[in-house]
């Protein structure tokens, strides 16, 4: 066992049901830095037991009694190591990131007579697709003392705390370390039926406790997921009810209105009015609010409404505001960057600003270079450009930025671009850096 590992003394722990599919990748990320794997069974009747055994985890059993707080909890009192890593049977972090994780607890380890220890090492939690690319991000406090103060509450969609009035000193650390969650891919969740029971479990804690608006925050999440929006949207507005004034977290006010805005964003029916659509804009701090997402889904929704002056101004706002966030919401935007600007160049087509447009468009190509139509209308201004001011090397500049001139996927699809938006002259560069085999085979040639 490395200095390391006996120097951090780092429990992973997590709870299971029928995680064959995710087990190996769950313990396998934390083998190298991790003191003890703890595996808490609550139910399983795949291998999953059988794997997490073989991988060398520790692996008790929980009878389940719908309450996850308690099965964590279960987990938490099992571990012997100074530090939790409480992560999900669905979620990892890269190796690189793990390796970090290690150094930076041995240099709290190391400091701890010199400066106040902290409580949590604060991490990003990252959304990702099932190829791993992201399409949301936020923060988590899953790395924490092993004492018996910290631990979970609440049936469902737990938190993580110290007891009341204690205040918690959390060590920010999501610029470095990055917690990668696949469990809400829509396939993942349909397959384990994840919102029919997220749907049970909170309807049974909104008749325990019906003054708890975050509740009804996640109810609205779970209907959303099953598609359900009519329902969805009921929920999110009892969430930002007047009637839970005064007692309602600032976590689940934001999350109601955000996904409100969004199902109006999608279908701007169900507003009703824009007037429905700006007071729950109002309602999450529109327009004085820092969160990216709200502005962005106001400019969604009046661009669905095709107000496209109105749609331009919130979601350049949006990314405007997203370079400065320094937030721990839950931001959409973060993991759709790339949607967004190709909508903004669309906007400004719309809107005669050329030079927004190719500002825009050049931010696309940067996210994914083989959009082929947003290449094209760039073709379309520069050669515009060229025709007016003859900037034909400013802008081939810009475009070798992004494509590779010794890469002849790039070549040709530049190549078939530049023929599609009718620029003879670019065209005819691309082809005289092509090998003669691929030049000849070329339509024309």
Request: include cysteine; proline fraction near 3%; glycine fraction near 6%.
């Amino acid at each position: 066992m490395s200095a390391q590992k006996r120097q951090a003394r780092l429990s992973q722990c997590m709870i299971v049901k029928d995680e064959e599919d995710n087990i190996r990748r769950a313990l396998s990320w934390g083998q190298a830095i991790m003191w003890e794997q703890i595996v808490v069974d609550t139910g399983s009747t795949d291998r999953t037991i059988e794997i997490a055994q073989e991988m060398g985890a520790k692996v008790f059993h929980f009878e389940w009694c719908d309450d996850f707080s308690a099965a964590k909890n279960y987990a938490i009192e099992q571990a012997s190591g100074d530090w939790i890593a409480f992560l999900d049977a669905d979620e990892y972090m890269q190796e690189a990131d793990a390796e970090r994780l290690l150094q930076i607890l041995c240099e709290v380890k190391s400091n701890e007579t010199e400066t106040e220890a902290p409580h949590f090492i604060r991490c990003a939690w990252v959304q990702v697709n099932g190829d791993g690319s992201p399409f949301s991000a936020s923060v988590q406090d899953r790395i924490f003392r092993n004492i018996p103060e910290i631990r979970y509450h609440g049936r469902i969609h737990e938190q993580i705390s110290l007891p009341d009035g204690e205040a918690m000193i959390c060590q920010d650390e999501q610029k470095k370390l990055s917690i990668c969650h696949t469990g809400y891919v829509p396939a993942v969740m349909k397959e384990k039926k994840k919102w029919e029971r997220n749907i049970r479990l909170l309807k049974r804690e909104i008749e325990e406790t019906p003054d708890n608006s975050t509740s009804w925050s996640y109810l609205g999440d779970a209907y959303s997921g099953l598609g359900e929006v009519q329902k969805a949207a009921e929920a999110y507005k009892k969430a930002l009810s007047p009637s839970f004034e005064g007692n309602v977290s600032r976590w689940g006010r934001m999350n109601a209105g955000k996904n409100l805005l969004k199902i109006y964003a999608n279908n701007p029916a169900l507003a009703g009015s824009d007037e429905e659509a700006e007071e729950t804009a109002k309602k999450v701090g529109y327009p004085a609010t820092d969160n990216p997402d709200v502005y962005f889904f106001v400019g969604l929704y009046y661009m669905n409404r095709r107000d496209y002056k109105r749609a331009y101004h919130d979601m350049k706002r949006a990314v405007e505001l997203l370079e400065v966030y320094r937030g721990d919401d839950v931001i959409y935007l973060k993991g759709n960057l790339e949607k967004v600007y190709v909508w903004l160049a669309g906007l400004c087509q719309q809107l005669i600003l050329p030079a927004d447009e190719l500002h825009y468009a050049v931010l696309a190509l940067r996210k994914n270079r083989y959009l082929d139509k947003v290449l094209c209308e760039v073709l379309l201004l520069l050669k515009k450009e060229d025709r007016q001011e003859n900037q034909t090397e400013t802008a081939w500049k810009l475009l070798f930025e992004i494509y590779d001139m010794r890469n002849v996927k790039d070549i040709l699809f530049l190549y078939k671009c530049v023929r599609i938006a009718g620029y003879p002259a670019p065209a005819d560069r691309l082809l005289a850096t092509l090998p003669t085999d691929i030049r000849d085979s070329l339509p024309g040639h």
